[in-house]
């Protein structure tokens, strides 16, 4: 059974491109869970009637607003997910039609599939919102973007993996962005996110740094998993988060691969 876990704050209209994007590959997937890191009462009441007009079970987990908790909403919606195999997105995503059957295709254990995006402009976004989802426009969106950047993180990333495996670099050159996949079993084995992380930035790429540490490596679908980033003004508190207040624990001496304060207290 495959899930798609969703992270979620407050951009409804966001949420719902994306799930209409989900539309053209339900059949890859089993459910879909929108995990809400606090939105308002309004919002989660509009939310709960927009859902039930999709084609594919989708479940809705909400926990209270204090502060940025991706990393604990992340969390959640991995206990509440029924899956044996997990993909990560953000509510403004939009995912093209071959992107989910991708990450199935490369599921192994012992491995995550990880991926990027190209970005929308706030011109394209508008598009997207104005004409609705369709596969000719995602597909015509994702081309009129470059590949370089992608092709350019593709083949650094396949570099820093394989000198990781060999033991040569570090585990704290991983990073992780993006969209991702992984068995249940293996996220479990580092006990999830790190809840520690409360405010802007750092959780993703704790979690791929503990991964590798557990002899858990990358799958890259750079290029082939492939996803748009819709624009969107900066969320409120949102800011470099190498200047933000996670600083200090991300770059601690020894990073464990199991947290304490994760999945399981």
């Known amino acids: 059974m495959v899930s798609i876990v969703i992270s979620f704050y407050q951009r409804l209209e966001h949420l719902r491109r994306c799930l209409d994007s989900l539309k053209y590959c339900a059949q890859d997937f089993d459910e879909v869970v929108i995990t809400d890191d606090g939105?308002?009462?309004?919002i989660v009441s509009s939310l709960k009637n927009m859902i039930s007009y999709y084609p594919f079970p989708i479940s809705?987990?909400?926990q209270p607003k204090m502060g940025f908790r991706?990393?604990?909403a992340r969390n959640n919606g991995i206990r509440h997910a029924k899956g044996e195999y997990l993909i990560f997105l953000d509510c403004d995503f939009l995912v093209l039609s071959?992107?989910?059957k991708y990450h199935i295709k490369n599921a192994c254990p012992k491995r995550f599939v990880a991926s990027a995006y190209k970005y929308l402009s706030e011109d394209q976004t508008d598009q997207v919102?104005?004409?609705g989802i369709s596969l000719d426009l995602l597909e015509h969106l994702y081309c009129q973007i470059p590949d370089r950047e992608i092709i350019t993180a593709h083949r650094r990333s396949i570099k820093r993996n394989i000198l990781m495996q060999l033991r040569l670099v570090s585990y704290k050159k991983q990073s992780l962005g993006g969209h991702f996949s992984i068995y249940r079993k293996d996220i479990e084995s580092i006990n999830g996110y790190d809840e520690n992380f409360v405010g802007w930035g750092g959780e993703d790429e704790d979690l791929g740094k503990r991964l590798v540490k557990a002899g858990i490596f990358s799958k890259l679908a750079f290029r082939y998993a492939r996803v748009l980033h819709m624009w969107h003004p900066k969320a409120l508190g949102c800011r470099d988060w190498q200047d933000g207040p996670n600083m200090d624990y991300f770059n601690r001496t020894d990073i464990p691969f199991f947290c304490k304060n994760g999945l399981k207290k």
């Open 70 to 72: 991706v990393a604990a």
């Open 60 to 62: 809705h987990v909400w």
């Open 39 to 42: 939105s308002d009462k309004d």
């Open 98 to 100: 071959d992107t989910i």
């Open 129 to 131: 919102f104005k004409s």
